[in-house]
Each structure stands twice: as C-alpha cells, then as structure tokens.
C-alpha cells in the first residue's frame, strides 16, 4: 500500500551556481515533502560536487503520490542525467501514471534503481577525493577489479615496486570465490591456493593455476593447509598471503609467522575502529562467527607491534573502506621511502558506505578463464 497521502517530489533546481571542488562535475539533489494539506514544504538539499558551472535542468527522479477518487495514484518521471550547461534533453524522459499497487511498486522500484546509481557515483567521487588527498602515496593507486574496493590497484603497485613479475600466493577466506584480494594475481600469470568455508561459484577443479581447499580454519589446521597448498601448486615458498576471516585473524597470522611462512607481502583485515594506538583483539575462538557487529579481528596498533616481531613493516591501508592493512617484510624497504613512517599517517579509518553495483555482473567464466 502506499504509506502517505500527500506528494513526494525528488528533483533538481533550476540554476545552481556550485563552488569548484576540482571534481568532475556531478549534480545536487533537493528533497521536499508536500503535505496534502498545503501547509509549507520542507527542504533538504545535500550532495553539491561541481566544477564552477551553471546547471540548467528539470527533474530526475520524481515521484509525485496523490489520492485520487478513493486510490493512489503515483506519477513517476526518469530524467536523463544532466549535462553541463544545457536542459536535460526531454526525449530521454518518461513518464507513468499508475492507479493499482502492483504498478506503483514497479514505480518505486524504478526510482530507487536511480537513487543507487546517484549513490554510487557519489560514491565514487567521494572515493577519489579520499586517495588523492591522502599523505601515504600508495593509496592513490587504489582501484577496484575483483576486490571488494580498491585493494587490487595497491596490490598491483606494491608487488611492481617489489619486481615480482610473477609468484605464488595464498588467500585464506574467499567467499565464493567471486571478489577477494588474489584473482587479480592470476591476472598476472600468478598461481596459488585459497582456504574457505563456502563453495566456490565455479569448478576449480580442472584450474592449472589454482587449488581450493574447503574446510573451516582454525590454529590447528592453518599451518596443514598451507603446507598442502604449496605442494598442490608445486611451490615450497609464497611470495603474498591475504587473510580476511573476521575473527581469528590475528592468531593466524602469527602461527603463520612462527611456522616460517613469510611472505614478501601480507594483507591483512584489521578492526579500523581503533584508530593508533588505541589496541584491541578478540579472545581466540576456533567456533567465532562474525555477527555483523564490531567484535572481530583485531586494531591495527596490534598488527604493527605482531608484524614488527617478525620483520615486517606496514606500508598501505586501503584508502576506499578502511579494512585492509598492507605489510612487506623489511628487506624490502628500500622500495618504499616514500611511504609515512609514522603508523598514524598509513591508517584509514572506518568507511562503511561500499559500491551497491560496480560495472558489469560478475562471471564465474571470467575466474575460471583467469586461472586455467
């Protein structure tokens, strides 16, 4: 049912002078609700992003709900997006009236499509102020493939700066196997072995440059499965490890450590709540299952003071969410002078708000050509 009587319009003003931000030019948004009985409007305008230009526009998105003889009624307008200077262009528009229910829920599916792809440009927007404004350079790389934000261009930059032309890794926590830190690696013409829980979207097993090993990690297997890995891909070393299994991680990563497995890169997911040098990590439970709440894995300051131990430096947190730490074993310094030294100048903090869609649908075909 249609939850208020009244109109609802979501639109664009005429004529909005924006200051320069030096960003590509995007749009504001206006919201008002009018009452159905007349009374004043109120107004909330957010989203003002444009290089000093002069929008001439009508509405996009508009969705206007009326009580019409005993029903409502919704009118719902998709405008085309703006373009600098000039009117949107009427023809790309339509319009539809709907008197029954179904129709309107098809309206109101229609105008939040739009309302996420505003978001997502916003989004992305945002993303690029964010890197490009950061003091640690490496996070200007950033850039988003098979990720879950902009893990794989820093990955990219760290292991060219390293001279690895190829290697092996190992990825501990995959998902189905669609988006994590290591499919961008077999790009490369690297080979590896991931560790999870869940079934793969695709058959791994006739993959020449990859192993799957499915079982639920715990300190007492990590170590077995590594080794099982590197045999599978006839390797006796790993030049990147990625572990991200909210929880446990921590633990992990020092038995990894301990057992003489060191990779020149390890990525790591850290708790970014705590900001250095605040400390924190959960109590070792082989049965934890992350609850969506913020009891998991562990502070950054931990990571640094672990990875220290071990002679490893950290160089880069991903810029685009703040969950991903980057590590390299000290040898490697060399490469990285650029980099801040100081922990409180590498760290990211939180940022939750990720892309609802990002470019085409994802295809198993594409993982599987990948690898084999």
Same mark, same amino acid.
């Given at each position: 049912?249609?939850?208020?009587?009244?109109?609802?319009?979501?639109?664009?003003?005429?004529?909005?002078?924006?200051?320069?931000?030096?960003?590509?030019?995007?749009?504001?948004? *206006?919201?008002?609700?009018?009452?159905? /009985?007349?009374? @004043?409007?109120?107004?909330? *305008?957010?989203?003002? %992003?444009? +290089?000093?230009?002069?929008?001439?526009?009508?509405?996009?998105?508009?969705?206007? %709900?009326? +009580? #019409?003889?005993?029903?409502? =009624? @919704?009118? =719902?307008?998709?405008?085309?997006?703006?373009?600098?200077?000039?009117?949107? /262009?009427?023809?790309?528009?339509?319009?539809?009236?709907?008197?029954?229910?179904?129709?309107?829920?098809?309206?109101?599916?229609?105008?939040?499509?739009?309302?996420?792809?505003? +978001?997502?440009?916003?989004?992305?927007?945002?993303?690029?102020?964010?890197?490009? #404004?950061?003091?640690?350079?490496?996070?200007?790389?950033?850039?988003?493939?098979?990720?879950?934000?902009?893990?794989?261009?820093?990955?990219?930059?760290? %292991?060219?700066?390293?001279?690895?032309?190829?290697?092996?890794?190992?990825?501990?926590?995959?998902? !189905?196997?669609?988006?994590?830190?290591?499919?961008?690696?077999?790009?490369?013409?690297?080979?590896?072995?991931?560790?999870?829980?869940?079934?793969?979207?695709?058959?791994?097993?006739?993959?020449?440059?990859?192993?799957?090993?499915?079982?639920?990690?715990?300190?007492?297997?990590?170590?077995?499965?590594?080794?099982?890995?590197?045999?599978?891909?006839?390797?006796?070393?790993?030049?990147?490890?990625?572990?991200?299994?909210?929880?446990? /991680?921590?633990?992990?990563?020092?038995?990894?450590?301990?057992?003489?497995?060191?990779?020149?890169?390890?990525?790591?997911?850290?708790? @970014?709540?705590?900001?250095?040098?605040?400390?924190?990590?959960?109590?070792?439970?082989p049965n934890h299952h992350w609850t969506a709440? /913020?009891?998991?894995?562990? @502070?950054?300051? !931990?990571?640094?003071?672990?990875?220290?131990?071990?002679?490893?430096?950290?160089?880069?947190?991903?810029?685009? #969410?703040?969950? !991903? *730490?980057?590590?390299?074993?000290?040898?490697?310094?060399?490469?990285? +002078?650029?980099?801040?030294?100081?922990?409180?100048?590498?760290?990211?903090?939180?940022?939750?708000?990720?892309?609802?869609?990002?470019?085409h649908r994802a295809s198993p075909r594409v993982?599987?050509?990948?690898?084999?």
């Amino acid at each position: 049912m249609c939850p208020a009587i009244g109109k609802a319009v979501y639109r664009v003003p005429r004529r909005h002078r924006l200051k320069s931000t030096g960003a590509p030019p995007l749009f504001c948004l *206006a919201a008002w609700l009018v009452p159905s /009985d007349g009374t @004043a409007p109120s107004e909330t *305008a957010w989203g003002v %992003i444009s +290089r000093s230009v002069v929008y001439d526009c009508s509405e996009i998105p508009c969705v206007r %709900i009326t +009580r #019409s003889a005993g029903k409502d =009624v @919704a009118s =719902v307008r998709l405008g085309s997006e703006l373009s600098r200077g000039a009117r949107r /262009d009427s023809g790309a528009s339509a319009e539809m009236k709907v008197n029954d229910f179904e129709s309107l829920e098809k309206a109101v599916v229609a105008v939040k499509e739009c309302t996420t792809s505003l +978001r997502n440009i916003i989004l992305q927007e945002t993303h690029y102020k964010t890197k490009m #404004s950061h003091p640690n350079p490496l996070n200007r790389f950033g850039c988003k493939c098979f990720s879950q934000s902009d893990e794989d261009g820093i990955t990219i930059e760290i %292991i060219r700066r390293l001279g690895l032309l190829s290697g092996t890794f190992a990825e501990f926590g995959v998902g !189905n196997g669609m988006e994590n830190n290591t499919i961008i690696l077999g790009s490369l013409g690297w080979r590896g072995f991931w560790v999870g829980g869940q079934e793969l979207a695709f058959d791994s097993a006739d993959l020449s440059r990859l192993f799957y090993i499915k079982d639920w990690i715990t300190l007492e297997n990590i170590v077995g499965h590594t080794e099982t890995g590197l045999a599978a891909i006839n390797a006796t070393d790993l030049d990147l490890i990625s572990l991200d299994l909210d929880g446990n /991680d921590i633990y992990f990563v020092e038995e990894l450590l301990s057992r003489r497995i060191r990779p020149a890169v390890f990525i790591v997911e850290y708790n @970014a709540k705590f900001s250095p040098p605040s400390k924190f990590q959960i109590k070792y439970d082989p049965n934890h299952h992350w609850t969506a709440d /913020d009891y998991f894995g562990a @502070a950054l300051q !931990n990571f640094v003071e672990l990875f220290s131990r071990f002679g490893y430096v950290l160089v880069c947190c991903n810029g685009a #969410s703040g969950a !991903n *730490a980057f590590f390299i074993r000290n040898e490697f310094s060399v490469s990285f +002078r650029d980099i801040p030294t100081d922990v409180r100048d590498i760290y990211v903090p939180p940022r939750y708000h990720l892309y609802s869609a990002y470019g085409h649908r994802a295809s198993p075909r594409v993982i599987e050509t990948i690898f084999s």
